[in-house]
């Protein structure tokens, strides 16, 4: 071979590898359609599968079918400023969406029509780009759900060319511009202000009006986002921290459950979307959406993780994967977003995600919860009935190591989760070993309750029954409570309302749960050069340290509420104090608190700042320097900012606190209390907390 001919060759071959690196880096120019969640064949398998009755496919549509967004009769509410209200908006989408399925599968062109209505409705409506609260940013879910809605619809021969037209004109003229700008600029915001999930579902938006307009520019601008763009929504920062094992750490794992698990829905339709063009975003560096879904899914079944502390530009400093099991909480079940990713990486790729796969199968079949996940994903995503038996497992085996904790109007329960499980039966007695009456029954994976309809002093037996698709198991050993009224407070303890208050406060005290004390409190706050707060304190001389679990809290007001313990060098309301609470920015905020002269301003250091109940505060005085901590455990203990310095020698005056920063009061349960230290009545050292 000459070396002409080697030279040419040459040339060729690297010609030959840019195409190929361009063809599995950007997008082909020609689009599928349909193409955007789902292709003609997935419908077309969604329809004969139904048609046959075949498990688990017809599971799902059941509740497709009887849910109110898929019915025909829905009728949209449509506003030339979409911003107006993003939710209805996005309600609306997603009727059309479940509409134009329900066409497809079952052939009755009425839900078709239906859902040709709701999309005509909006693009015929909207003459601007939407503005309102959160616009730019989360308007992308909506869009993002018209977008796939319409090209299920592009299928439908009565949906006029005009009208479709009209509709994608919609999309790229006014909604396309919100997206883009959002992506851009982020409401000049710094840039990992935004959780991940905003970035995703604009991200989503304009990689499915890609594909529904045939706009290879802004399909390829979605595609470059989430691989390098500069906010969250790059999957690299929307999954920060690769674990060994092969967990990926979610981004908003230590905001909450359900942001994260609405990001990782998001990210997976992204991939879905790709995928339908050809562009295998799921396998993009290393499978790192399968890191990050099994990593939040075996959270979410209730199993340890590894955590790294996240923080960004504002300082959010997430010490600790956020458990907190009220709506937004670890065990909810709540997004219907598992079988897409299972269905792709388990069935379709072979790949090993047991946590995925057992997330599904406790979810199966999957419904519909939430207008930010589009659902009924074992309808739509399920390959082979062999791969997705439902249902899933047999009847739970009966749940372990329940154990019951008496407080004051309320007993908290806990046992040991049931693998196969996807909710419990919470049944009570006042009789040892029953008859038992079934307190409660709940969907979700969290292993724990919280009783509150009881009567103090009466002591209640109790058993739990693990359920799923299957059955219902045999009942838990029993674990029994009482819980405690309260009454005064323990020797060396004192209430007092400090500086202005609307309301009195008051504070009860019960010797359970290594020492329980309910503070009441209005008061004008804690900050400034003056506080207004109820107080439940003890005097000490010299070093101290207090760690208080905040058990339970509520919430009756706006503002700077705040809730925690306290130093204090007086009980004057401008005295020298330190502080650790939550209760600022949503009732979530925990912030270090520090007032070094009387009279001077409080200054505060950021601590975890989504800190809900129950978490654990501690406060340590050594000489004049006094150091906050946050823990999520009693056992793994964050400092809190830097410690600081402040002019306290003599007697101080340590404990609980309450302000509302109105006339309404606030109630704060605290328990596990410790306060160690020189008890200036006692002159010795002490640790205390209840009395024998």
């Given at each position: 071979m000459t070396k002409q001919s080697l030279a040419m060759n040459q040339t060729k071959a690297i010609l030959f590898l840019l195409l190929l690196f361009y063809s599995v880096t950007t997008t082909a120019q020609t689009f599928v359609h349909p193409g955007g969640l789902h292709t003609q064949a997935d419908l077309d398998r969604m329809k004969t599968q139904v048609a046959a009755g075949a498990h688990p496919w017809i599971d799902s549509w059941n509740a497709l079918t009887v849910h109110p967004k898929a019915q025909n009769t829905y009728t949209p509410a449509a506003q030339a400023n979409m911003g107006v209200s993003r939710q209805r908006a996005s309600a609306d989408a997603v009727a059309a969406y479940l509409n134009a399925l329900r066409w497809y599968i079952s052939g009755d062109t009425s839900y078709?029509?239906?859902?040709?209505?709701?999309?005509?409705?909006?693009?015929?409506?909207?003459?601007?780009?939407?503005?309102?609260?959160?616009?730019?940013?989360?308007?992308?879910?909506?869009?993002?759900?018209?977008?796939?809605?319409?090209?299920?619809?592009?299928?439908?021969?009565?949906?006029?060319?005009?009208?479709?037209?009209?509709?994608?004109?919609?999309?790229?003229?006014?909604?396309?511009?919100?997206?883009?700008?959002?992506?851009?600029?982020?409401?000049?915001?710094?840039?990992?202000?935004?959780?991940?999930?905003?970035?995703?579902?604009?991200?989503?938006?304009?990689?499915?009006?890609?594909?529904?307009?045939?706009?290879?520019?802004?399909?390829?601008?979605?595609?470059?986002?989430?691989?390098?763009?500069?906010?969250?929504?790059?999957?690299?920062?929307?999954?920060?921290?690769?674990?060994?094992?092969?967990?990926?750490?979610?981004?908003?794992?230590?905001?909450?459950?359900?942001?994260?698990?609405?990001?990782?829905?998001?990210?997976?339709?992204?991939?879905?979307?790709?995928?339908?063009?050809?562009?295998?975003?799921?396998?993009?560096?290393?499978?790192?959406?399968?890191?990050?879904?099994?990593?939040?899914?075996?959270?979410?079944?209730?199993?340890?993780?590894?955590?790294?502390?996240?923080?960004?530009?504002?300082?959010?400093?997430?010490?600790?994967?956020?458990?907190?099991?009220?709506?937004?909480?670890?065990?909810?079940?709540?997004?219907?977003?598992?079988?897409?990713?299972?269905?792709?990486?388990?069935?379709?790729?072979?790949?090993?995600?047991?946590?995925?796969?057992a997330m599904a199968a406790v979810n199966r079949p999957e419904g519909f919860v939430h207008d930010d996940n589009l659902g009924f994903g074992t309808l739509c995503y399920t390959l082979t009935a062999a791969a997705s038996p439902y249902p899933s497992s047999p009847a739970p085996a009966a749940p372990g190591g329940l154990g019951a904790t008496a407080s004051v109007g309320k007993v908290w329960l806990r046992?040991?989760?049931?693998?196969?499980?996807?909710?419990?039966?919470?049944?009570?007695?006042?009789?040892?070993?029953?008859?038992?009456?079934?307190?409660?029954?709940?969907?979700?994976?969290?292993?724990?309750?919280?009783?509150?309809?009881?009567?103090?002093?009466?002591?209640?037996?109790?058993?739990?029954?693990?359920?799923?698709?299957?059955g219902t198991s045999n009942h838990s050993a029993q674990a029994s409570a009482t819980p405690?009224?309260?009454?005064?407070?323990?020797?060396?303890?004192?209430?007092?309302?400090?500086?202005?208050?609307?309301?009195?406060g008051n504070t009860g005290y019960a010797n359970v749960n290594k020492g329980t004390f309910i503070v009441k409190g209005s008061g004008a706050g804690i900050g400034g050069a003056a506080d207004g707060l109820s107080y439940a304190y003890r005097s000490i001389t010299g070093d101290v340290t207090i760690t208080a679990r905040l058990a339970a809290a509520t919430w009756n007001g706006g503002g700077s509420q705040k809730t925690g313990i306290m130093i204090r060098g007086s009980l004057a309301a401008d005295a020298i104090a330190c502080s650790m609470t939550t209760g600022d920015g949503g009732v979530r905020e925990a912030r270090f608190g520090s007032r070094s002269a009387a009279g001077g301003a409080m200054n505060f250091q950021t601590g975890n700042a989504y800190t809900r109940a129950p978490t654990w505060f501690r406060l340590k005085k050594a000489g004049n320097t006094v150091t906050a901590y946050q823990s999520t455990d009693g056992q793994t203990w964050f400092t809190v900012g830097t410690p600081v310095t402040v002019p306290m020698s003599g007697t101080c005056y340590v404990g609980l606190v309450v302000a509302s920063n109105n006339a309404n009061l606030n109630t704060t349960t605290f328990d596990n209390i410790s306060v160690t230290g020189n008890s200036n009545k006692q002159k010795n050292k002490v640790s205390m907390l209840t009395p024998k």
């Open positions: 078709a029509a239906c859902s040709r209505k709701i999309l005509n409705a909006w693009a015929y409506a909207v003459n601007q780009v939407p503005s309102g609260q959160d616009i730019p940013g989360l308007m992308g879910i909506a869009v993002y759900e018209f977008a796939v809605a319409a090209e299920i619809l592009r299928l439908y021969p009565n949906w006029s060319s005009a009208d479709f037209n009209r509709f994608k004109n919609m999309m790229t003229t006014y909604l396309y511009p919100n997206c883009h700008d959002f992506l851009t600029r982020h409401n000049n915001t710094c840039i990992t202000h935004y959780w991940a999930n905003w970035d995703l579902c604009n991200i989503t938006a304009i990689l499915s009006m890609g594909v529904l307009c045939d706009d290879a520019a802004k399909f390829n601008e979605a595609i470059t986002y989430l691989k390098s763009g500069a906010g969250n929504g790059n999957i690299t920062k929307t999954i920060p921290f690769i674990h060994p094992g092969g967990l990926g750490q979610w981004q908003e794992t230590g905001r909450d459950q359900e942001h994260a698990l609405l990001g990782v829905g998001m990210l997976a339709s992204i991939c879905q979307i790709a995928w339908n063009q050809g562009l295998d975003l799921y396998g993009y560096d290393d499978n790192r959406l399968l890191k990050g879904a099994e990593y939040t899914a075996k959270y979410n079944l209730w199993k340890d993780v590894p955590y790294t502390t996240y923080n960004n530009c504002d300082n959010v400093q997430n010490y600790w994967a956020s458990e907190q099991y009220a709506f937004w909480g670890r065990g909810r079940l709540q997004r219907p977003i598992w079988e897409m990713i299972y269905n792709h990486y388990v069935v379709r790729k072979g790949l090993s995600a047991p946590n995925v796969k046992w040991l989760p049931v693998a196969t499980a996807n909710g419990y039966n919470v049944l009570r007695s006042t009789t040892s070993s029953g008859p038992y009456t079934t307190i409660a029954t709940y969907r979700g994976t969290y292993p724990l309750y919280e009783d509150t309809s009881v009567t103090n002093g009466t002591t209640y037996y109790y058993a739990v029954s693990a359920i799923n698709q299957a405690t009224a309260a009454g005064a407070l323990p020797a060396g303890w004192v209430h007092q309302d400090i500086g202005t208050v609307a309301t009195a």
